[in-house]
């Protein structure tokens, strides 16, 4: 989470609205730890990594819907067994869970 703090920084002096993702849980095998964040700002720049590259195509959407007001913060789950999961690279066998939500300044 450190190294996303310049960038954080950057956008909130920017005046930009800003979501973070964590991974909270894994099974199985997982390409990042619990406690990997990446962060998107409402024009859809991405710092950090919640999965080496797997899913943040679908995690970056997820967390623009949430900055448009379009879904509510909360748990989301990519598995092996998932088609969209599967559809955007997670070929791990594990299941990760993520806790994505909009920054409160």
């Not at 199985?28 to 943040?56: F, I, K, L, Y």
């Amino acid at each position: 989470m450190k190294d996303l703090l310049d960038d954080i920084d950057r956008w909130q002096h920017d005046g930009k609205r800003v979501a973070i993702a964590r991974v909270v849980d894994i099974e199985g095998s997982g390409p990042r730890d619990p406690g990997a964040a990446m962060a998107v700002n409402e024009v859809g720049e991405v710092v950090g990594s919640v999965s080496g590259g797997c899913v943040e195509g679908a995690v970056v959407s997820e967390a623009l819907s949430i900055l448009q007001g379009e879904r509510d913060a909360g748990v989301i789950t990519f598995g092996y067994s998932d088609d969209e999961a599967f559809a955007v690279g997670l070929t791990c066998g594990g299941t990760i869970r993520l806790f994505v939500e909009e920054l409160d300044w």
